[in-house]
């Protein structure tokens, strides 16, 4: 069944279905819109630092109710084991040995001519609004995302922007908006920027109440330099926390833990928005991770648990994210799956909802069949002949239960069963040279030459930034 048939099977289209069962479901379905779809990415939130994943110092209640709710997926990983690429994947449903943003130093832009989920859900009648770290293009470039389909677009635009929770100005489509009483410092200031994109976020959601939305919310908490007002109330849960990290500054973990809990919180205001609005059956949500946990206070919070390495390579550590996604009355509640899935499928899954189809020239694959089921689909579920990963000078294929990973370009192919092997500890490269020597055959299939965006007005750039 093609994606627009599927979509008059729950009642997005107006065709008939042969069966009476089929009917009945038609009619449950017949009064739906076309569904909002939010998607929230928490900056570097390590797939153990949920507290329904058992762990000790982190509070997650509204992300746990979520699983409760609906599903929770334990092979979703990312792009790419570090912010801009990872978002470019999200946004092309192209994985990095295609996708444009392959580099990380902040400003490299999306081609003109790429097409992201913005571009698909809005020319299928959705308002898109986008709130938090871009990182697919600073100003004065080919890659900001009001020419890439968004109507609206607050927070940063260069990722290394971010890296301060009170920056003299964030961007509102293109144009900057002082923050008056900020110097940029990472610690201190008058205006924190998470409470005024999260306002913005809701604010999106009440002014399109009464059409199909999408509301991108790529938070940057709790990805740190870590400065947080003295009387947010996560803050004020866990400054006295009589933890001992290590740290040059102590106090760090603590507002990082402060972080996680305050989109947590957050999380839970739009939930509750939701309700208020009348429109929480009809929106599908989305909540995962950008890329795997970071080392800051790995060994402290145990943020990527058993699982080896840490954002910025491709072990599993730099890759496996929390996943969960809601949707009353269509998704399943409490369910636990262990598709193997990545950002690349994001693009196809979200025009399938919207009843439409995402460019040809995409690597993903809907997660639609999962999500609400084989027979509301009306198939199974596909899945990847292999998925790919490529940064700097590191590629990993993943072909089932089988990883390869060359972590260098000096350095062989390693490879592990990650059935038997999930901390990658056990390289059997010699014991299966016949499945390795395929996975280094899909990865040079795989790779593109890559060719960025480039500049138009230069002088729009964060503190001036280049790009090669």
């Given at each position: 069944?093609?994606?627009?048939?599927?979509?008059?099977?729950?009642?997005?289209?107006?065709?008939?279905?042969?069966?009476?069962?089929?009917?009945?479901?038609?009619?449950?379905?017949?009064?739906?819109?076309?569904?909002?779809?939010?998607?929230?990415?928490?900056?570097?939130?390590?797939?153990?630092?949920?507290?329904?994943?058992?762990?000790?110092?982190?509070?997650?209640?509204?992300?746990?109710?979520?699983?409760?709710?609906?599903?929770?997926?334990?092979?979703?990983?990312?792009?790419?084991?570090?912010?801009?690429?990872?978002?470019?994947?999200?946004?092309?449903?192209?994985?990095?040995?295609?996708?444009?943003?392959?580099?990380?130093?902040?400003?490299?832009?999306?081609?003109?001519?790429?097409?992201?989920?913005?571009?698909?859900?809005?020319?299928?009648?959705?308002?898109?609004?986008?709130?938090?770290?871009?990182?697919?293009?600073?100003?004065?470039?080919?890659?900001?995302?009001?020419?890439?389909?968004?109507?609206?677009?607050?927070?940063?635009?260069?990722?290394?922007?971010?890296?301060?929770?009170?920056?003299n100005y964030l961007i509102r489509s293109g144009e900057k908006v002082p923050l008056e009483g900020n110097t940029g410092d990472f610690y201190t200031g008058k205006q924190f920027s998470q409470y005024l994109i999260f306002d913005e976020?809701?604010?999106?959601?009440?002014?399109?109440?009464?059409?199909?939305?999408?509301?991108?919310?790529?938070?940057?908490?709790?990805?740190?330099?870590?400065?947080?007002?003295?009387?947010?109330?996560?803050?004020?849960?866990?400054?006295?926390?009589?933890?001992?990290?290590?740290?040059?500054?102590?106090?760090?973990?603590?507002?990082?833990?402060?972080?996680?809990?305050?989109?947590?919180?957050?999380?839970?205001?739009?939930?509750?928005?939701?309700?208020?609005?009348?429109?929480?059956?009809?929106?599908?949500?989305?909540?995962?991770?950008?890329?795997?946990?970071?080392?800051?206070?790995?060994?402290?919070?145990?943020?990527?648990?058993?699982?080896?390495?840490?954002?910025?390579?491709?072990?599993?550590?730099?890759?496996?994210?929390?996943?969960?996604?809601?949707?009353?009355?269509?998704?399943?509640?409490?369910?636990?799956?262990?598709?193997?899935?990545?950002?690349?499928?994001?693009?196809?899954?979200?025009?399938?909802?919207?009843?439409?189809?995402?460019?040809?020239?995409?690597?993903?694959?809907?997660?639609?069949?999962?999500?609400?089921?084989?027979?509301?689909?009306?198939?199974?579920?596909?899945?990847?002949?292999?998925?790919?990963?490529?940064?700097?000078?590191?590629?990993?294929?993943?072909?089932?239960?089988?990883?390869?990973?060359?972590?260098?370009?000096?350095?062989?192919?390693?490879?592990?069963?990650?059935?038997?092997?999930?901390?990658?500890?056990?390289?059997?490269?010699?014991?299966?040279?016949?499945?390795?020597?395929?996975?280094?055959?899909?990865?040079?299939?795989?790779?593109?030459?890559?060719?960025?965006?480039?500049?138009?007005?230069?002088?729009?750039?964060?503190?001036?930034?280049?790009?090669?």
């Open positions: 069944m093609k994606r627009r048939d599927f979509l008059k099977v729950v009642g997005l289209g107006a065709a008939a279905l042969a069966t009476p069962r089929c009917a009945r479901t038609q009619q449950r379905f017949a009064k739906n819109k076309k569904p909002n779809i939010i998607y929230i990415m928490v900056d570097e939130l390590g797939y153990f630092e949920l507290s329904c994943m058992g762990n000790k110092y982190l509070k997650t209640p509204n992300i746990d109710r979520m699983t409760t709710e609906g599903m929770r997926f334990t092979q979703a990983l990312a792009g790419a084991p570090v912010c801009a690429p990872t978002r470019s994947v999200l946004m092309t449903g192209q994985h990095t040995g295609h996708t444009t943003v392959r580099t990380n130093p902040g400003g490299v832009p999306l081609r003109a001519e790429d097409v992201t989920v913005g571009e698909v859900l809005k020319k299928a009648g959705y308002a898109t609004g986008g709130f938090g770290k871009w990182g697919c293009g600073d100003r004065g470039t080919t890659g900001v995302p009001e020419k890439h389909g968004f109507d609206i677009f607050f927070g940063y635009y260069d990722q290394v922007h971010a890296h301060s929770f009170f920056p976020s809701i604010k999106f959601i009440r002014e399109n109440k009464n059409r199909p939305f999408f509301c991108y919310c790529a938070w940057t908490p709790p990805h740190g330099r870590w400065g947080i007002p003295e009387d947010d109330p996560s803050w004020l849960e866990f400054k006295d926390k009589p933890w001992n990290t290590g740290q040059k500054r102590p106090e760090d973990a603590k507002v990082y833990a402060a972080m996680v809990a305050m989109v947590d919180r957050e999380i839970g205001q739009i939930f509750g928005l939701l309700k208020e609005l009348e429109i929480d059956d009809n929106t599908i949500v989305f909540v995962c991770g950008d890329n795997g946990g970071a080392r800051y206070f790995n060994h402290f919070f145990d943020s990527n648990g058993h699982f080896r390495g840490q954002k910025g390579n491709l072990y599993e550590g730099g890759l496996r994210i929390p996943m969960i996604v809601r949707w009353p009355g269509r998704i399943k509640a409490g369910v636990v799956s262990d598709l193997l899935w990545y950002f690349p499928d994001v693009m196809p899954t979200l025009a399938e909802l919207a009843g439409t189809e995402p460019p040809d020239n995409i690597d993903g694959i809907s997660i639609i069949p999962t999500l609400l089921g084989e027979r509301a689909a009306g198939r199974r579920q596909e899945n990847h002949k292999y998925l790919y990963w490529e940064y700097g000078k590191q590629t990993a294929v993943r072909m089932g239960h089988w990883k390869a990973i060359q972590p260098a370009k000096n350095k062989p192919f390693e490879l592990y069963d990650l059935k038997k092997d999930i901390s990658e500890q056990n390289n059997i490269a010699d014991e299966h040279q016949d499945i390795l020597a395929k996975m280094q055959t899909y990865a040079k299939q795989a790779h593109s030459e890559n060719v960025p965006g480039g500049w138009i007005d230069k002088s729009k750039a964060f503190k001036g930034h280049e790009f090669k």
